[in-house]
């Protein structure tokens, strides 16, 4: 089994920054890509980004790419969401999720384990 709990949700204003959490336990982690997706109010969960298992390949959505940063640091089990030049269209649940591989995705269905979610809220 593997838990995933996120951490470092909240409420900021436009423009502002958060820095999101990921912490896994049980099965292995570092040789396991990683992924960050969200899920605003009526919306499918939507991709944000993901980072290989060493991070040296990290994808990023279109609407988030040049502001969010996606890191990982393996000798801790921690995967990272750095979020900048927050919008209220960033507003939603972000998941992190573990991938059965070593490489990233952008498929929900790409991801075997997922975190319960920490909430994102920005205001205008």
């Known amino acids: 089994q593997v838990q995933l709990v996120e951490s470092g949700g909240g409420s900021v204003q436009a423009g502002g920054s958060l820095r999101l959490s990921c912490a896994a336990s049980g099965r292995t982690f570092s040789g396991n890509a990683m992924g960050w997706f969200r899920q605003a109010p009526g919306n499918e969960r939507e991709f944000v980004a993901s980072?290989?298992?060493?991070?040296?390949?990290?994808r990023y959505a279109d609407s988030v790419k040049g502001r969010f940063t996606i890191s990982r640091d393996n000798a801790k089990n921690t995967v990272y969401l750095q979020m900048n030049s927050l919008t209220p269209e960033d507003t939603a649940v972000y998941y992190c999720?573990?991938?059965?591989?070593?490489?990233?995705?952008?498929?929900?269905?790409?991801?075997?384990?997922w975190g319960q979610g920490t909430q994102v809220t920005v205001s205008s």
């Open positions: 999720a573990r991938r059965a591989s070593s490489i990233t995705s952008t498929l929900t269905s790409g991801y075997d384990y």
């Open positions: 980072i290989s298992w060493n991070g040296g390949t990290t």
